[in-house]
């Protein structure tokens, strides 16, 4: 069988290159979500983020798009997985 995705809205950002909406800042003032920054701020190796989900701890490094989900969950996506799965929405 075959399936398609049905079409949700998520916020998301990028990572390291776009501003960190307050749902992001939220979860690591909560300890959920821990930044780690390296040296050398021009790395973008040492840039990147730990999210803690339900299912265990996952890396999103600078430039990956951090989604927030349909039910608030909070998790890292590679930007060429991002961009065929999602399209950018006008208001």
Request: aromatic share 14%; glycine share 6%.
């Amino acid at each position: 069988m075959k399936y398609r995705k049905k079409p949700v809205v998520i916020e998301a950002f990028r990572y390291g290159i776009d501003n960190r909406p307050d749902w992001f800042n939220d979860k690591v003032t909560t300890n959920e979500i821990v930044t780690h920054v390296g040296y050398d701020l021009r790395s973008p190796e040492e840039f990147y983020c730990e999210i803690k989900t339900l299912e265990g701890i996952m890396i999103g490094n600078c430039g990956d798009y951090i989604i927030q989900g349909v039910k608030r969950e909070i998790y890292p996506c590679k930007p060429d997985i991002f961009e065929m799965t999602y399209d950018i929405i006008t208001e």
